[in-house]
C-alpha cells in the first residue's frame, strides 16, 4: 500500500481570554429568520455577553439519560447519541451530521433521526428523519436553507430555546462509538431570552413568509445586494481599469459613513488569469497604516485555479461578473488598490449603502500560501470569523477515513476542535468532478486525468459566526507528509470581522 500525505485544514483555538464584562455594546441574534435575509448583520460585533457553546456530551443515550432541566430521553430502537445538551437561553444556528457509513445489502443514505427537546419538554420540538433533512421536506427545513453538500447533511435554520436544549441523533449509526463525532453543532448562549423567536416545528404564516423570503435569497444569492429596505439606497461606482504588468491601481472609495455591499469585477476578455493572480488591498480609514484586507483577486471572489464558475451565498460569477457580498463598513474613507503582474483590463464597480451601525466591524481578509508562509493567520481580539477559501495543487493523496467511518475513499477534512467541522470534503475517486455545493459551504475535486489533481473549497459563516471570544489561528497543516515538496501548493485565504481595521 502507497503511502498516503494527509492535508488538514484546521482552526486552533487556545485558552480563553473573556472580554470584560459590558464591554462595548453589540449585535444580539434573536433566532428570528429574517436574520438569514440580511447579509449586513454579518459585519455587526456581537454583544460581549454572548458565548459560543460547545459540545459537552457526546456519548451513546441510555434510558435513564435526562436533559439538563430534567426531561426523560427514549433512545430508539437501535440507541442514540447525545450530541448537545445545554442550559439557559441560546441559538442553535447550524447543524452539520456527515454522512454515515453504508451497510453492505442495505439501501444508501441516512436512515437515522434527529430529535431536539428544548425548554425542558419531555415530547421533542422536533423529529426529523435525516433523510427528510437532507432532502428538505420539512415544511421548517426547505432547501436551500437544509440539505447535503460535501459530504454531509446540514441545515442554518435557527432554532431559538429559552432555558435549554438537548438534541439526540438516534439510529442505525449513532450509536457506534467510531461515529461519534459525525454529528456537529453551532450555537451561542444569551445572557438572557429577551427578544428571542421560540423555535416550534410548525412555522407560523409569519414564519412560512420569512422562509419564502430566506429560500429566495440562498436560491439567487448573486441577487443578495441588499434587503429590500435598503435597495433604493444603493449607490454605484464604477472604476475603469487598464494596466499594463507590474502596474498598480489605487481608488479612493466613496465617502464614508457607508458600507460597501458588493464588490464586482467585470473582466474583460483574455485576462482572467492576470485578474485571479492580481493582488487586492483594501485600507481602511487610513491608507497609510496597513491592509485591512490582503489577498489575491482569485481568493477575494472564489475564482479558483480549475474551477467552473458558480455562485455561494458571499462570493461567485455571473457570466463575466465576479462578486464578493461580504458587507464592509468604514467611518471616514477607504482605499482599494490592485497590484497586478500581467496587463488587466476591466471594470471595478462598488455597491455601498450610506451608513454604518454603532456595532459594525471591519472587514478583514488574509491570505497565507503553505509550505512558503507557515504559521497560519492569527485572528485575536474582539470580533469574529467568517469563513475561509482554501485551493491545492499538487501530488495529493488526502486521507482515507477508518473502516466503517462514512462513506469509502478519501476526504478532506477540516475542523474547529471543540466547536465542530469546519470542513468535510468527499473527495473519493468515485464521486464525479465538480462541486458538490450548497450557499453556505462547497468543495471541488478536479478530473481524475488532471495531473497534479486539484481540489478545493470553501465554508461560509453568514449564519454562524465564530465569536473570537479567544484567540483563532487557521492554517494548513500538512500531517504525516515527509517532505513539503510532497504535497505541492496550497494556499489558504481566512475572513473576519474585527474591531480593528487593519493589522
Not at 316 to 328: D, K, L, V
Not at 350 to 362: F, I, L, M, Q, S
Amino acid at each position: 500500500m502507497s503511502s498516503v500525505s494527509s492535508l488538514l485544514l484546521w482552526l486552533a483555538l487556545a485558552p480563553v481570554v473573556a472580554p470584560a464584562a459590558g464591554e462595548g455594546s453589540g449585535y444580539r441574534p434573536t433566532g428570528s429568520l429574517d436574520e438569514l435575509v440580511d447579509l449586513g448583520l454579518l459585519a455587526r460585533l456581537r454583544d460581549p455577553r454572548i458565548r459560543p457553546l460547545k459540545l459537552v456530551a457526546e456519548r451513546p443515550a441510555r434510558r435513564d439519560d435526562r436533559t439538563s432541566s430534567g426531561a426523560a430521553v427514549r433512545p430508539g430502537a437501535h440507541g442514540g447519541a447525545v450530541i448537545a445538551d445545554w442550559v439557559g437561553p441560546g441559538i442553535v444556528q447550524r447543524i452539520w451530521l456527515s454522512d454515515p457509513p453504508e451497510d453492505p445489502g442495505r439501501p444508501q443514505g441516512p436512515r437515522d433521526r434527529l430529535r431536539i427537546y428544548l425548554d425542558g419538554r419531555q415530547q421533542p420540538a422536533l423529529d426529523l428523519a435525516v433523510a427528510d433533512l437532507a432532502a428538505g421536506r420539512h415544511p421548517h427545513f426547505p432547501r436551500p436553507l437544509a440539505g447535503r453538500a460535501a459530504g454531509g447533511v446540514f441545515s442554518y435554520v435557527p432554532i431559538a430555546f429559552r432555558s435549554g436544549c438537548r438534541i439526540v441523533l438516534d439510529g442505525p449509526h449513532a450509536d457506534r462509538d467510531r461515529d461519534r463525532d459525525r454529528a456537529h453543532v453551532s450555537a451561542i448562549a444569551l445572557p438572557d431570552a429577551a427578544g428571542l423567536t421560540p423555535f416550534q416545528a410548525e412555522p407560523s404564516p409569519v414564519e412560512r413568509a420569512q422562509l419564502e423570503r430566506a429560500v429566495s435569497a440562498w436560491s439567487r444569492p448573486q441577487d443578495l445586494v441588499a434587503p429590500d429596505r435598503d435597495r433604493l439606497a444603493i449607490e454605484t461606482a464604477e472604476y475603469l481599469v487598464e494596466g499594463i504588468a507590474r502596474s498598480t491601481h489605487r481608488f479612493l472609495m466613496p465617502a464614508g459613513p457607508r458600507t460597501i455591499r458588493a464588490l464586482e469585477l467585470e473582466v474583460a476578455p483574455g485576462t482572467e488569469e492576470a485578474w485571479r493572480t492580481a493582488r487586492l488591498r483594501l485600507m481602511w480609514e487610513d491608507a497609510h497604516s496597513g491592509a485591512g484586507v490582503d489577498l489575491p483577486v482569485g481568493f477575494a471572489f472564489a475564482r479558483l485555479p480549475e474551477t467552473e464558475p458558480f455562485q455561494s451565498l458571499l462570493m461567485g460569477q455571473s457570466g463575466s461578473t465576479w462578486s464578493n457580498r461580504f458587507p464592509m463598513p468604514y467611518r471616514r474613507q477607504a482605499f482599494l488598490q490592485i497590484d497586478a503582474e500581467a496587463a488587466i483590463r476591466g471594470t471595478i464597480r462598488v455597491r455601498t449603502v450610506p451608513g454604518t451601525a454603532v456595532e459594525d466591524g471591519y472587514f478583514r481578509a488574509d491570505y497565507r500560501e503553505i509550505p512558503s508562509r507557515p504559521g497560519g493567520c492569527e485572528l485575536a481580539g474582539r470580533g469574529h470569523y467568517a469563513g475561509m477559501v482554501w485551493a491545492a495543487r499538487g501530488p495529493i493523496e488526502v486521507p482515507r477515513r477508518p473502516q466503517g467511518f462514512g462513506r469509502p475513499g478519501r476526504d478532506l477534512r477540516g475542523v474547529i476542535p471543540g466547536l465542530g467541522s469546519e470542513l468535510l470534503i468527499a473527495a473519493n475517486s468515485s464521486r464525479p468532478a465538480g462541486w458538490e455545493m450548497s450557499p453556505a459551504v462547497g468543495g471541488f475535486r478536479g478530473r481524475g486525468h488532471l495531473t497534479p489533481q486539484p481540489v478545493a473549497a470553501y465554508r461560509w459563516h453568514a449564519a454562524d459566526p465564530v465569536l473570537l471570544d479567544r484567540p483563532l489561528r487557521a492554517t494548513v497543516d500538512l500531517e504525516d507528509v515527509p517532505a513539503p515538496r510532497a504535497v505541492g501548493r496550497a494556499a489558504l485565504a481566512v475572513f473576519w470581522y474585527s474591531q480593528r481595521p487593519g493589522p
